[in-house]
């Protein structure tokens, strides 16, 4: 089973949007978890979706097409879960081959680390995380705003308290030794004891979008 994650950039520039949807086929995630999404992005290959809520027009220019999240399923999604902010993270309960797993897509903070949004993005999530992760297997990805193996893109007090609230609710960050990397896979540590998994990235010279693409692969 593939999980995946990428911030799209609001896909500002419309000549990216079939190398975007070329790089996700390739990709062939079963579980994708998209950041700064725009449903001009069409990916008829994924049975099942949820999606953030309509973004007001200010003060960001949103168009009427974006969401700041959205996961892709292969899976069924049997149930979704209420998030403290529904226009920046959603969740959804999916039935995968190996088990149920719940999936908390989020962006931290809009305009990164320095945004007012980011502590209060930060700090309720961590509630939603410590609440969510007791209802099953839990996975929390997308764009965490963090970098966690080098300097690239961090506070050192987003960095401890990420760190903490995974490590108190048994959470493995699956993508923490990435390298300029601030977009995460973060999986309760009972379901990956099973497996192994195998990192891969894509758009490294960021040529599509802003961010990398990480993905995960587990595998007996």
């Known amino acids: 089973m593939k999980i995946a994650t990428w911030n799209i950039e609001r896909l500002k520039t419309k000549k990216n949007l079939i190398p975007v949807v070329e790089n996700i086929r390739k990709i062939d995630a ?3 978890i998209l950041t700064e999404f725009n449903n001009i992005v069409e990916l008829p290959f994924y049975e099942f979706k949820i999606e953030t809520q309509k973004l007001p027009r200010e003060p960001y ?3 009427e097409t974006e969401r700041r ?3 892709f399923s292969k899976f069924p999604i049997i149930k979704t879960l209420k998030t403290y902010d529904e226009m920046s993270s959603c969740c959804a309960e999916i039935q995968t081959n190996l088990g149920n797993l719940i999936v908390y897509g989020t962006i931290v903070g809009i305009l990164g680390y320095s945004d007012k949004n980011f502590k209060t993005d930060l700090e309720k999530q961590t509630k939603d995380i410590n609440s969510l992760s007791k209802l099953g297997h839990f996975c929390y990805s997308g764009d965490l705003n963090t970098s966690f193996s080098d300097n690239y893109y961090f506070t050192h007090i987003a960095r ?9 609710n048994d959470l493995i960050n699956t993508t923490e ?3 300029k990397n601030i977009d995460h896979i973060v999986v309760s540590e ?3 004891s099973n497996f192994k998994f195998q990192i891969s990235e894509w758009n490294i010279n960021k040529e599509f979008s802003d961010h990398k693409g990480i993905c995960i692969e587990l595998k007996k």
Request: hydrophobic share 45%.
């Open 30 to 32: 079963d579980i994708l």
């Open 190 to 192: 009972n379901f990956l």
């Open 61 to 63: 220019d949103y168009k």
């Open 69 to 71: 999240v959205a996961i």
């Open 177 to 179: 030794n990435l390298s």
């Open 160 to 168: 401890e308290k990420f760190i903490k609230c995974f490590q108190e």
